[in-house]
């Protein structure tokens, strides 16, 4: 099944427990619904806002908003609906059609990112986070967190990875000016100035992911030759076996380097912490061990 696929489920198929359509409707104020504070997207288009609100204003409230009871019964808590709530809201409505559910923290978190990823992109960096935060304060494994979302487990690895890079280069990616693609060989770079360098080099000359593998096997190549490291005396590597390790690189998702001797080589592949690693053994050995 593809990822798309899994995706388009929906969230009631992600988390029966809380999107039930069978539940009772409620009419409520706008005014008595608190944003949701585990909310993964920082930044929302306004022109996609307005065109909602246009939409609303013609067709109504199509599907209800969820909400979970706040610190007294005159107040919700949005659990999903941000989108919905801010365009109503600017079409002039004063309530709106509402499930009420008791739902926990977690559960908050992981219904706002499978609205945003389903609905509409998040950006790689605010879905990066989201993951990192269900991980660390909900003490998720990448397979569970790939499973509870509908997602590859090297979806989840390639998207935390991002994370290593400096705040400069990640705010390139929120604001669409870099891919992932674009980025994620920096983290082959050890030096973070380096790393931003070069981040602005592919951003100015518009590098593809694949000349962006190039651009850091060279720089990696030219400081191990300052430093006196021992180095490949031909240079770099010829241009078949550039090819070679880039189609590795892209197809397990990590930093890949071959590197041929007199007789035969070694290939060498990185990985970043544990869960890294099990999803390199599931890519290499999918029958597993036995």
């Known amino acids: ?35 949701n504070p585990y909310q993964p997207r920082r930044d929302f288009d306004q022109v996609k806002i307005q065109e909602l609100a246009e ?11 969820v909400v979970s009871p706040g610190d007294d019964e005159k107040n919700y808590i949005l659990v999903a609906g941000e989108r919905r709530c ?23 978190l992981e219904i706002a990112l499978i609205e945003n990823l389903q609905r509409e992109n998040l950006n790689p960096v605010d879905e990066a986070l989201a993951y990192r935060r269900l991980m660390q304060e909900y003490s998720y494994t990448q397979e569970e967190l790939a499973g509870r979302l509908g997602r590859s487990r090297s979806s989840i690895a390639n998207s935390v990875r991002l994370l290593g ?9 929120t604001k669409n000016e870099m891919t992932p693609g674009q980025v994620r060989p920096l983290l ?8 931003k360098k070069a981040a602005a080099l592919i951003a100015k000359d518009g590098l593809s992911a694949r ?41 397990l998702g990590t930093k890949v380097k071959i590197k041929p001797e007199k007789d035969g080589g070694t290939i060498e592949i990185y990985y970043y912490g544990d869960e890294d690693l099990e999803r390199l053994v599931e890519k290499l050995l999918p029958e597993g061990l036995s």
């Open 211 to 251: 000349q962006a593998e190039k651009l850091v096997s060279k720089l990696n190549y030219n400081r191990m030759k300052r430093n006196g490291n021992k180095v490949d005396q031909k240079g770099p590597q010829d241009p078949m076996q550039d090819e070679l390790q880039s189609h590795m690189q892209r197809y």
């Open 165 to 173: 890079l400096p705040e400069e280069i990640l705010e390139l990616v």
């Open 86 to 108: 801010r365009a109503a809201k600017l079409a002039g409505l004063k309530t709106i059609p509402a499930l009420i559910k008791v739902v926990d923290k977690k559960t908050m």
């Open 188 to 195: 082959a770079v050890s030096d973070q100035e380096q790393q």
């Open 1 to 35: 099944m593809t990822e798309k696929k899994r995706l388009g489920r929906g969230l009631g198929a992600l988390i029966p427990e809380v999107m039930d359509d069978t539940a009772e409707t409620n009419e409520i104020l706008l005014e008595s619904i608190k944003p």
């Open 55 to 65: 939409s609303i204003k013609e067709h109504g409230i199509l599907q209800p908003v």
